[in-house]
């Protein structure tokens, strides 16, 4: 079955950086395009970045970009997210999919906590 596995998430000051990383197994990762979610607390989640199967073409949220830099290793099943210049409402669970779309997928995994606190 689809399965994501999230870590990385940590409580940082604003400013700070985190790497988060997800490990996919159960589909055919280096054919699928990748996203990362974000869902804040009282919020829909929502799409932050995403990568295209080659590792070719990237795209963010506005409010991310130049702060956020995604890519993967399709030889290990992982796409990562490098997190930087953090800010408060950066905070929320991240989870990673290979669906665009929050609604259209069935499977997700536990999510990472990214706090942004002083």
């Known amino acids: 079955q689809v399965q994501f596995v999230e870590s990385g998430g940590d409580l940082v000051e604003p400013g700070g950086s985190l790497n988060l990383s997800c490990t996919a197994s159960?589909?055919?990762?280096?054919?699928?395009?990748m996203f990362w979610f974000r869902q804040a607390l009282g919020k829909e989640r929502e799409v932050v970045a995403a990568?295209?199967?080659?590792?070719?073409?990237?795209q963010y949220l506005s409010s991310v970009k130049g702060r956020f830099t995604i890519f993967r290793d399709n030889d290990k099943n992982t796409v990562y997210l490098q997190l930087s210049s953090l800010k408060p409402e950066d905070t929320g669970v991240y989870y990673c999919?290979?669906?665009?779309?929050?609604?259209?997928?069935?499977?997700w995994g536990q999510g990472t906590q990214v706090t942004v606190a002083s």
């Open positions: 999919n290979k669906e665009s779309r929050a609604f259209k997928a069935t499977d």
């Open positions: 159960g589909f055919s990762f280096k054919h699928s395009s």
């Open positions: 990568i295209s199967e080659t590792n070719r073409t990237a």
